[in-house]
């Protein structure tokens, strides 16, 4: 497996916007749920400078991208909120079209998208790359190879995971599921979730130490 990792002053993007017109914020989105490809429903924890915590609220109340924007808590270091966000294009969408996924939280700062994603296929890699310089100016960071899934699991939970992403568990619509995979490797349905749960848990956690 590879980790690629980049920046992104992603174009037509509220997020971008909003990092843009207060820069020295830190921004790390939370993707609580994804309504549809273009609706979604996100926690900002925005860290920095209490000044302006209403100024930045007013500001995104004003978009018409966001559909909700309320405030969940906060303290003179950081500001949370909860947005539910309508635009054309997500850096979400590039990634879960070649069957890859997040390695960590992505956050945004001086206008600039920072993303840490995990792919199977490094040949993917460049077709990926093209793909996100249509939607901004991009800048790759890391990309490497990351051989730890054999060392992590064991055996159950390697034969799970790999009958998993082989049969397209991974994609984007998913091609089977638990129910299937259990049934064609004759296991109790909810040992083969627990396995595979573990699993990813496992390799998200390996790669996201390394970044």
């Given at each position: 497996?590879?980790?690629?990792?980049?920046?992104?002053?992603?174009?037509?993007?509220?997020?971008?916007?909003?990092?843009?017109?207060?820069?020295?914020?830190?921004?790390t989105?939370?993707?609580?749920?994804?309504?549809?490809?273009?609706?979604?429903?996100?926690?900002?924890?925005?860290?920095?400078?209490?000044?302006?915590?209403?100024?930045?609220?007013?500001?995104?109340?004003?978009?018409?991208?966001?559909?909700?924007?309320?405030?969940?808590?906060?303290?003179k270091?950081?500001?949370v909120?909860?947005?539910?966000?309508?635009q054309?294009?997500?850096?979400?969408n590039?990634?879960?079209?070649?069957?890859?996924?997040?390695?960590?939280?992505?956050?945004?700062?001086?206008?600039?998208?920072?993303?840490?994603?995990?792919?199977?296929?490094?040949?993917?890699?460049e077709?990926?790359?093209?793909?996100?310089?249509?939607?901004?100016?991009?800048?790759?960071?890391?990309?490497?190879?990351?051989?730890?899934?054999?060392?992590?699991?064991?055996?159950?939970?390697?034969?799970?995971?790999n009958?998993?992403?082989?049969?397209?568990?991974?994609?984007?619509?998913?091609?089977?599921?638990?129910?299937?995979?259990?049934?064609?490797?004759?296991?109790?349905?909810?040992?083969?979730?627990?396995?595979?749960?573990k699993?990813?848990?496992?390799?998200?956690?390996?790669?996201?130490?390394?970044?």
């Amino acid at each position: 497996m590879f980790k690629f990792s980049f920046r992104i002053r992603h174009k037509n993007c509220s997020e971008t916007a909003l990092s843009i017109k207060f820069p020295k914020y830190h921004i790390t989105v939370f993707d609580i749920q994804s309504r549809n490809r273009r609706e979604k429903q996100y926690l900002y924890s925005i860290t920095g400078n209490e000044k302006y915590f209403d100024e930045i609220t007013a500001y995104l109340k004003k978009l018409k991208n966001y559909k909700l924007v309320k405030e969940v808590e906060r303290n003179k270091e950081s500001l949370v909120l909860l947005v539910i966000l309508d635009q054309k294009s997500y850096i979400q969408n590039i990634i879960q079209k070649y069957n890859s996924f997040f390695i960590d939280l992505h956050t945004v700062y001086e206008g600039y998208e920072y993303w840490h994603v995990g792919i199977f296929d490094r040949n993917l890699i460049e077709p990926m790359r093209k793909d996100l310089k249509k939607m901004g100016d991009l800048e790759a960071l890391y990309i490497g190879e990351v051989d730890f899934a054999h060392t992590l699991l064991s055996e159950q939970q390697k034969k799970i995971f790999n009958f998993a992403f082989e049969n397209g568990y991974y994609e984007i619509p998913r091609k089977t599921t638990i129910a299937k995979i259990s049934k064609a490797l004759k296991l109790n349905h909810a040992t083969a979730g627990e396995h595979l749960l573990k699993a990813e848990n496992k390799i998200i956690t390996s790669m996201a130490r390394k970044v």
